[in-house]
């Protein structure tokens, strides 16, 4: 497998190795430089000779030339000095270690032709041909003439020539220097990075990461300290999103309406439940996917919508809705485009709008309705009164009865559409108190008692001691007054009504009002909680009744946290079961 190198050691090594190139270098460069500064310092003492030598002859009369440099050789400190003296053309004329004939033309030397061009560096380390013995020659010119110096390269002179090696040691100690402070930086930059790289693994494996960081205090540091912040940042941003987005989801799937996101090419981001159902209302055939609704016929304009849209570059209309009436049903689709060009659709059931808007329109006709015939009538009895001044006593005292019947009846009517006004407008207008059901139910059956006995009725309580609830007394007491009302007035003779409070829980409690009376046909029995619904208008009118008894029933106990349903067999009564929380 491979090793996989820390990347402080690659950082330090590769730092290391540029430095160790650039310090080798530098090595040689100083190294030279020192080994020809040595080699100058010498060729200058030399050239010192040449030019001592040359002044001394040039003020010498005796012309001994032999005595002169061994005089000279022997004030200088080298004694083994070779000293030779060139005329213009290369000639030797003197030269204390050969004698002067056998020596060949000197013009070739190497530091001969340097001193000719007057180089700097008139120097050269040779094998003399003459001698055999290794030199180090200094070549001076001074008015064409060459005057020579030369010290034997044995030990001696290579001392002097010797390198000063201060500068090594210079050297390695900055190496050394050099090399802690790395190995310490990218040690430092290595740790850095690991963390950083840990951190980097860690989020990758686990998702989370809510380990503490600790990073040096340098720049690295604070990048990596800000790059944990934002990835931090970033990631509670997303969680957000994700909680937002669940939010949006929850309400989508618990939405009354169907909804469905598209992108761009028609693929489905998203759908709730209530959208296939609703569409495979509409549809003949069954639908599987979201994706095939917008095939069906009866959403062409929407179709048709898109494929322009997806076309056009003006102006673009980011809406269309189309109504389909279907299954009994009529659904409100609509589609919203977005700039990006995917876009949504939601599916609508107003039926329930539709239904409430063509109930609220008949009630108001119920309203006029109900109204219109106390009125009338009152008006009528009324008129008769007037225009007949001479009306016998008897006769006006009955038309005045039947008016204040009829205003009566009128006064009921408005009590009981405001009941249910309050109810349902404002329902915290009912104040609460503690009330005893058992008391109340009783309290009712006696004051219908009368009634019952006129109609042989016999009434069962199956109650315990006592009910409490917390509850509006009032319209507690509107409850069971109005079944005792129907049943005596719509049961029929000799009949038992039955008030039973069958179960009670921690909440609520559980009633049956029955009687074995003439029951309800099944197609009424849904609808007898309608407002103004009468199974039988004439014969409820004209006992008294306003059609709005069962709905303030089904209201008040709505109001009670409760629910109602009613239940009958034709012609063996009819069984009211609700709720009444406690
Ligand atoms: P109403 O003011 O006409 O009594 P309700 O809302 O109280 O109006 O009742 C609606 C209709 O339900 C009544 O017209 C009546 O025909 C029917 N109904 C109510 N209770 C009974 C019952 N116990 N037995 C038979 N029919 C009933």
């Not at 044995?154 to 050297?171: E, Q, R, S, V, W």
């Not at 409820?540 to 306003?546: D, E, P, V």
């Not at 106990?557 to 009819?574: D, L, N, R, T």
Request: proline fraction near 2%.
């Amino acid at each position: 497998m491979k090793r996989n190198i820390p990347f402080s050691q690659k950082l330090f090594w590769s730092i290391f190795f540029i430095f160790l190139g650039f310090t080798g270098c530098f090595f040689i460069f100083q190294y030279q430089r020192e080994a020809e500064f040595a080699q100058e310092k010498l060729d200058t003492v030399l050239k010192t000779y040449n030019h001592q030598l040359h002044y001394r002859l040039l003020h010498d009369t005796t012309h001994q030339v032999d005595s002169i440099v061994k005089n000279f050789l022997d004030e200088i400190p080298n004694k083994d000095i070779r000293v030779t003296i060139i005329d213009p053309s290369g000639n030797v004329l003197f030269d204390n270690s050969a004698g002067v004939d056998d020596l060949p033309n000197h013009n070739d030397r190497e530091e001969v032709q340097k001193a000719r061009k007057m180089e700097k560096r008139s120097f050269a380390i040779r094998l003399s041909e003459t001698t055999g013995i290794r030199y180090f020659y200094s070549a001076s010119n001074i008015n064409s003439y060459i005057y020579r110096t030369a010290l034997p390269y044995d030990p001696d002179t290579k001392g002097i020539l010797a390198i000063n090696i201060d500068f090594i040691y210079f050297m390695a100690i900055m190496v050394a220097i050099f090399i802690l402070v790395l190995s310490r930086y990218s040690r430092r930059i290595g740790q850095t990075i690991a963390k950083l790289r840990d951190f980097a693994r860690n989020i990758r494996d686990v998702k989370q990461d809510d380990k503490e960081y600790v990073f040096p205090n340098d720049e690295l540091g604070e990048i990596s300290k800000q790059i944990i912040t934002l990835y931090h940042k970033q990631q509670k941003a997303k969680d957000d999103l994700a909680v937002e987005r669940e939010k949006l989801i929850k309400h989508f799937q618990y939405s009354r309406e169907g909804f469905a996101m598209f992108t761009d090419s028609g693929q489905e981001i998203l759908s709730n439940i209530l959208y296939i159902q609703f569409a495979n209302l509409i549809a003949d055939e069954d639908i599987h996917a979201a994706e095939e609704v917008i095939e069906l016929p009866e959403l062409a304009p929407i179709r048709k919508f898109l494929e322009q849209q997806g076309n056009s570059s003006r102006t673009r209309v980011l809406r269309e809705t189309v109504t389909v009436d279907k299954a009994g049903k009529i659904f409100l689709v609509e589609c919203m485009l977005f700039l990006n060009n995917s876009y949504e659709i939601s599916i609508n059931d107003i039926s329930r709008q539709e239904e409430e808007s063509r109930m609220k329109r008949q009630l108001t006709q119920n309203v006029a309705h109900e109204l219109k015939t106390p009125v009338s009538s009152i008006q009528g009895y009324l008129e008769t009164i007037i225009s007949n001044p001479d009306l016998p006593a008897d006769k006006r005292a009955f038309f005045l009865e039947r008016c204040y019947a009829q205003s009566t009846r009128l006064t009921g009517l408005l009590q009981d559409i405001s009941v249910l006004n309050r109810l349902e407008e404002a329902g915290d207008l009912f104040d609460l108190t503690e009330v005893d059901l058992t008391k109340l139910i009783t309290d009712i059956s006696r004051e219908c008692e009368q009634r019952m006995k006129a109609k042989n009725i016999s009434c069962r309580l199956r109650l315990p001691q006592s009910l409490p609830i917390h509850g509006n007394n009032s319209l507690l007491y509107s409850i069971f007054r109005n079944l005792f009302d129907n049943s005596i007035a719509y049961g029929g003779e000799g009949i038992t009504i039955t008030v039973n409070c069958y179960k009670q829980d921690e909440k609520f409690y559980y009633f049956n009002f029955s009687d074995n009376g003439v029951g309800i046909e099944e197609k009424h029995i849904n609808r007898i909680f309608e407002r103004f619904y009468r199974v039988d208008t004439g014969r409820s009118r004209k006992l008294g009744g306003t059609g709005l008894g069962l709905s303030i029933v089904k209201n008040a106990v709505i109001f009670h946290k409760g629910q109602i349903s009613a239940k009958s067999i034709i012609g063996k009564g009819v069984n009211f079961l609700f709720t009444l929380h406690k």
